[in-house]
């Protein structure tokens, strides 16, 4: 299986501040026929489910806002959001959707400072 | 508007079943993959395995092979989990999720099944 490790485990931001979520895969995640990268950002509020921000790495989904960014490829990627909003406070995800199973990292829990 | 509703929780005991729905609307149900992910409490998000709609075919994690099987009704656009042999450690929120490349950009509101004695 391929392993996805975040970093941090927990973060605190100052409202208005950029904040900076790391996700390393354990093996290559950049399919080369079409050079996409098997990625994907989650976002999870409490008592919600998980709420797709980012595909193929960098790609927000629709409704994003666009302070959200995804970057990175082969092994080594990065959530970016660029001025924290208090509605931002929440676990995010990092997941790999190139092999069976589709695994996800731990989870980085994103508090306001 | 595309959404997925799912059964309410379920409380059994160890050993038993359970089976958890998940009845998709406000799309073409047999056009995307459903997937299911649990997630213990306090816990991340573990992939449980994905299903195919319109083929039928199934791929789970191997933790689960010989005890989980996923299924579909098509004529009612529903998707089944059963998850047999329960254990304590079980104990989850069980979420179908709809896969059109891979990622999962629709998802149940989660099933809560609670494996106690």
């Known amino acids: 299986d391929i392993v996805m490790t975040q970093s941090p485990d927990s973060l605190a931001v100052s409202l208005g501040e950029r904040a900076t979520i790391n996700c390393k895969s354990s093996q290559t995640i950049l399919y080369s026929s079409n050079n996409k990268n098997y990625l994907a950002w989650y976002q999870q509020k409490p008592g919600q489910p998980p709420k797709l921000l980012i595909y193929w790495a960098s790609t927000r989904e629709s409704g994003v806002p666009d302070r959200f960014s995804g970057s990175g490829s082969g092994t080594d990627f990065t959530l970016t959001i660029s001025t924290l909003q208090a509605e931002d406070v929440a676990v995010y995800y990092c997941?790999?959707?190139?092999?069976?199973?589709?695994?996800f990292g731990q989870g980085t829990k994103l508090e306001i400072k | 508007q595309v959404q997925l509703v799912q059964s309410g929780a379920e409380v059994k005991k160890p050993g038993a079943s359970v089976r958890v729905s998940c009845e998709a609307s406000g799309y073409t149900f047999i056009s995307h993959n459903i997937t299911w992910v649990r997630q213990a409490p306090g816990q991340g998000l573990e992939w449980m395995g994905w299903?195919?709609?319109?083929?039928?075919?199934?791929h789970y994690a191997q933790k689960f092979q010989g005890r989980v099987t996923m299924t579909t009704d098509t004529s009612t656009n529903t998707a089944y989990m059963e998850l047999r042999s329960l254990r304590s450690d079980d104990t989850a929120l069980y979420y179908c999720?709809?896969?059109?490349?891979?990622?999962?950009?629709?998802w149940g509101q989660g099933t809560m099944v609670t494996v106690s004695s």
């Open positions: 997941q790999q959707f190139y092999g069976t199973p589709g695994t």
């Open positions: 999720a709809r896969t059109p490349l891979g990622a999962f950009d629709i």
């Open positions: 299903i195919r709609p319109y083929y039928g075919d199934t």
